[in-house]
């Protein structure tokens, strides 16, 4: 079975790493690459065509929600989870309608979520 191929969306690059790193531990799962804005998320995801891309809500320029929508819009739309500090409350019902997958808040985002969000949105 082929690995999950992950693109990692954040402006911060410490966070960037800190999911990349999750990605890396979490069995069957590895990242195809990392980009800091949503317009940059478009570009990767024609190219590097990941299984999965884990966006943060808040992104310079375009922000997470339209980037999500306008991957969702591709050919071969990759699983889109959203990620921020804010709450589930806040985001979930946003989430879904821009065809997110699932919200993460960052706090709880770890290996155990990300294999958990994948089995119950990969197609």
Do not use: Q
């Amino acid at each position: 079975m082929a690995a999950v191929r992950v693109l990692v969306v954040d402006d911060h690059e410490s966070f960037r790493r800190a999911a990349a790193a999750v990605v890396d531990a979490t069995a069957g799962f590895v990242v195809a690459g990392s980009v800091a804005t949503g317009e940059a998320s478009l570009i990767a995801a024609a190219t590097l065509e990941p299984d999965l891309v884990l966006m943060d809500v808040n992104l310079p320029g375009m922000d997470g929600l339209e980037a999500t929508r306008r991957l969702r819009c591709a050919p071969r739309p990759p699983v889109v989870v959203l990620l921020s500090t804010y709450d589930e409350e806040d985001y979930g019902a946003r989430a879904r309608e821009c065809g997110a997958a699932a919200y993460v808040v960052k706090s709880v985002f770890g290996t155990e979520r990300l294999a958990a969000v994948w089995g119950s949105a990969s197609p």
